[in-house]
């Protein structure tokens, strides 16, 4: 069982960045943990952002982020760094890992474990 806890977001001008910061706490150290940052947008569907490996050797991407944002990890923690924000990209940000092993998902259904979420607000 994994406990996820996200931080960092909050409003920006278009243009700004921010990093949003997971923590992973449980049994288990988060390096066991494939992790992967969602968003779910006002009236949208939750969507896939971008996915990690355990061991941080692997990253993957959704076309509509490629080039601004980059997934990193230390430690206990996954980062999502957001750059060249856009009104578009408005919405809240969600954690989620699942065992290292399966390798990195790109559909929520992927993921047992799930953090609250923390709102990203970008005014145009």
């Known amino acids: 069982q994994a406990q996820l806890e996200e931080s960092g977001g909050g409003l920006v001008q278009a243009g700004g960045s921010l990093r949003l910061s997971c923590t992973v706490s449980?049994?288990?150290?988060?390096?066991?943990?494939?992790c992967g940052w969602f968003r779910q947008g006002p009236g949208n569907e939750r969507e896939f952002v971008s996915t990690i490996t355990w061991n941080g050797s692997g990253t993957r991407y959704a076309d509509s982020v490629k080039g601004r944002f980059t997934i990193s990890r230390d430690r206990n923690t996954v980062y999502l760094q957001m750059n060249s924000l856009k009104p578009e990209d408005t919405a809240v940000y969600y954690c989620?890992?699942?065992?290292?092993?399966?390798?990195?998902?790109?559909?929520?259904?992927?993921?047992?474990?799930w953090g609250q979420g923390t709102q990203v607000t970008v005014s145009s």
């Open positions: 449980g049994r288990r150290t988060s390096s066991t943990y494939a």
């Open positions: 989620a890992a699942r065992d290292g092993f399966l390798g990195m998902g790109l559909t929520g259904r992927d993921y047992p474990y």
